[in-house]
């Protein structure tokens, strides 16, 4: 009997598209995608593992490996980050070929900043 692998493999999908403006991702795009977003939302330093380990409640080591886009989350983990991070949600959104609710959701962003200052600005006019 042969050991055990320890690494994972990573289904690589074909990129290709549907004819309606979404690809087809496979595991390693997709694990792709959530590294980059977290790492733009979170940065690169440990603290940031470790930030996202509270966030999540998930092992260290399948953050890390979140990070490298060795695996990426799925279930619970996946709803904890889009629930926590503007930019996974968005990658979420990019990959289903959802980039109308994106700007949808920029646009609330946008308007409740607004509304925020407008309120500031009164009350600093009082």
């Not at 629930?83 to 959802?98: I, K, P, Q, T």
């Amino acid at each position: 009997m042969s050991p055990p692998k320890k690494d994972r493999k990573i289904q690589l999908g074909n990129g290709s598209s549907d004819g309606n403006g979404t690809s087809e991702f496979g595991s390693a795009e997709f694990a792709r995608a959530i590294a980059e977003a977290l790492h733009r939302d979170f940065g690169e330093t440990h603290a940031a593992v470790k930030k996202v380990v509270a966030l999540t409640h998930a092992n260290e080591r399948a953050v890390k490996n979140w990070f490298s886009a060795k695996n990426g989350p799925t279930g619970r983990h996946l709803v904890d980050l889009v629930r926590s991070s503007d930019e996974v949600l968005e990658a979420v959104l990019r990959m289903s070929g959802r980039g109308d609710l994106i700007v949808a959701k920029k646009l609330g962003d946008s308007k409740r900043t607004l509304l925020k200052m407008l309120k500031l600005i009164a009350d600093l006019q009082r």
